[in-house]
């Protein structure tokens, strides 16, 4: 029987964005894979993991699948997982294939591997997210230079040199890396995700019952969080007023640049700042706001967007081409450097009722061409090529 490992570390977080991506390659490829022997590995150790009583019931319910084994490699830093524990173990398990799903590649193995990677922004802002702090401690400033070269060795050695294949989410994404790493596109395959769980087109409420404007916390660059606050804080007073902005997934950090925003503005009593939400209510969130703000810079694929789609809410978005490749013809876009374009078409589905209406069926219609069952037929095609 042959043997497939797949980086299931994310299976121990939170789940949203990518560990959500994880958790469903997990749960459905085995059961359509009968013939070959699953392993999951994860790190129950790592420090950023979900609480244990959250990611247990994932866990035993992928080891009830017949061919499923989860295997714990445990280590305190990811580098060492990668470097040295994940090719001890693929040497010693004797694994014919390794998934890593998560933008990573095992740089020190020869089994053959598939990478999914689902943009390339780590590397394009790593200057942005990743610098070198100019003051701190020597240590400090260390761990940052060492994670860059990380980084830089992950992408431009691993991703475009060691993996057998690449998967990826958007047909912007694989133009990308092309373009970065100089990649043939055709080594590159496109398998776009499907909707998340618990987003159930049954909480979808009507305009009568919808009030406000949802934006989420991120505050990576790429994020552009500063231009969904300026638009938010340019409606007139009274607008505000009747529709408060709520920011879930706020970080809390003493130097956020979404706190700084909402103070240059003046708009405090106007927004609602939430930290990490469940999934079940970041849903409602979605179905019951009026509008909300996704303006990034970039993204690789946006799961947030296909969630307000599938929900039915206007989205207001930049020009980014992922995002208007998810959208496709639903919604007009903002240039990503214009806050004064975001701002009108943010007012104007705050406040036209026909156009709300009107925007919401098609964003309901769009989100259809979205599922899990044609992305893990593909994942499937990808595996099955290499065995």
Same mark, same amino acid.
């Given at each position: /029987?042959?043997?497939?490992?797949?980086?299931?570390?994310?299976?121990?977080?939170?789940?949203?964005?990518?560990?959500?991506?994880?958790?469903?390659?997990?749960?459905?490829?085995?059961?359509? /894979?009968?013939?070959?022997?699953?392993?999951?590995?994860?790190?129950?150790?790592?420090?950023?993991?979900?609480?244990?009583?959250?990611?247990?019931?994932?866990?035993?319910?992928?080891?009830?699948?017949?061919?499923?084994?989860?295997?714990?490699?445990?280590?305190?830093?990811?580098?060492?997982?990668?470097?040295?524990?994940?090719?001890?173990?693929?040497?010693?398990?004797?694994?014919?294939?390794?998934?890593?799903?998560?933008?990573?590649?095992? /740089?020190?193995?020869?089994?053959?591997?598939?990478?999914?990677?689902?943009?390339?922004?780590?590397?394009?802002?790593?200057?942005?997210?990743?610098?070198?702090?100019?003051?701190?401690?020597?240590?400090?400033?260390?761990?940052?230079?060492?994670?860059? #070269?990380?980084?830089?060795?992950?992408?431009?050695?691993?991703?475009?040199?060691?993996?057998?294949?690449?998967?990826?989410?958007?047909?912007?994404?694989?133009?990308?890396? $092309?373009?970065?790493?100089? #990649?043939?596109?055709?080594?590159?395959? #496109?398998?776009?995700?499907?909707?998340?769980?618990?987003?159930?087109?049954?909480?979808?409420?009507?305009?009568?019952?919808?009030?406000?404007?949802? /934006?989420?916390?991120?505050?990576?660059?790429?994020?552009?969080?500063?231009?969904?606050?300026?638009?938010?804080?340019?409606?007139?007073?009274?607008?505000?007023?009747?529709?408060?902005?709520?920011?879930?997934?706020?970080?809390?950090?003493?130097?956020?640049?979404?706190?700084?925003?909402?103070?240059?503005?003046?708009?405090?009593?106007?927004?609602?700042?939430?930290?990490? #939400?469940?999934?079940?209510?970041?849903?409602?969130?979605?179905?019951?706001?009026?509008?909300?703000?996704?303006?990034?810079?970039?993204?690789?694929?946006?799961?947030?967007?296909?969630?307000?789609?599938?929900?039915?809410?206007?989205?207001?978005?930049?020009?980014?081409?992922?995002?208007?490749?998810?959208?496709?013809?639903?919604?007009?876009?903002?240039?990503?450097?214009?806050?004064?374009?975001?701002?009108?078409?943010?007012?104007?589905?705050?406040?036209?009722?026909?156009?709300?209406?009107?925007?919401?069926?098609?964003?309901?219609?769009?989100?259809?061409?979205?599922?899990?069952?044609?992305?893990?037929?593909?994942?499937?095609?990808?595996?099955? $090529?290499?065995?």
């Amino acid at each position: /029987m042959k043997k497939i490992a797949i980086d299931a570390r994310f299976l121990t977080r939170k789940q949203r964005g990518m560990p959500a991506y994880v958790s469903k390659l997990c749960s459905m490829i085995p059961k359509q /894979m009968p013939d070959v022997k699953f392993y999951l590995l994860i790190n129950k150790t790592y420090e950023h993991n979900d609480n244990e009583e959250n990611y247990n019931p994932r866990l035993e319910a992928l080891s009830s699948i017949g061919n499923v084994v989860i295997q714990n490699i445990e280590s305190d830093g990811e580098q060492l997982w990668e470097l040295y524990k994940l090719p001890r173990f693929l040497r010693k398990a004797r694994i014919d294939v390794l998934h890593m799903p998560t933008n990573r590649v095992c /740089m020190l193995t020869s089994k053959k591997q598939i990478t999914t990677v689902h943009d390339c922004m780590e590397l394009k802002y790593i200057k942005k997210n990743h610098g070198i702090p100019k003051t701190g401690s020597l240590k400090k400033k260390f761990y940052h230079w060492r994670k860059q #070269v990380y980084i830089k060795l992950n992408y431009r050695y691993g991703v475009a040199r060691k993996a057998n294949r690449i998967i990826t989410v958007s047909h912007h994404s694989r133009e990308s890396i $092309s373009d970065l790493l100089k #990649v043939k596109a055709s080594h590159i395959t #496109v398998c776009r995700h499907g909707m998340p769980d618990g987003y159930d087109a049954n909480t979808r409420k009507p305009l009568a019952l919808r009030n406000g404007v949802l /934006m989420l916390g991120g505050e990576s660059f790429q994020k552009n969080c500063e231009a969904s606050v300026a638009a938010y804080a340019q409606l007139d007073e009274s607008t505000r007023q009747t529709h408060k902005l709520t920011i879930c997934g706020f970080t809390q950090q003493q130097d956020s640049l979404i706190l700084r925003t909402i103070k240059r503005y003046g708009i405090e009593d106007d927004v609602e700042l939430l930290g990490w #939400v469940s999934t079940e209510k970041l849903a409602s969130y979605f179905s019951s706001c009026r509008a909300f703000l996704f303006v990034s810079r970039e993204e690789g694929f946006g799961f947030p967007l296909l969630q307000a789609l599938h929900l039915g809410t206007p989205t207001v978005i930049s020009d980014a081409d992922v995002l208007t490749e998810v959208a496709g013809d639903t919604y007009p876009c903002a240039p990503v450097d214009c806050v004064n374009s975001m701002s009108e078409l943010l007012r104007a589905y705050l406040n036209d009722d026909g156009l709300w209406k009107k925007i919401s069926a098609q964003s309901i219609d769009a989100s259809q061409r979205f599922s899990w069952n044609e992305s893990i037929k593909t994942h499937i095609e990808v595996y099955r $090529s290499l065995l």
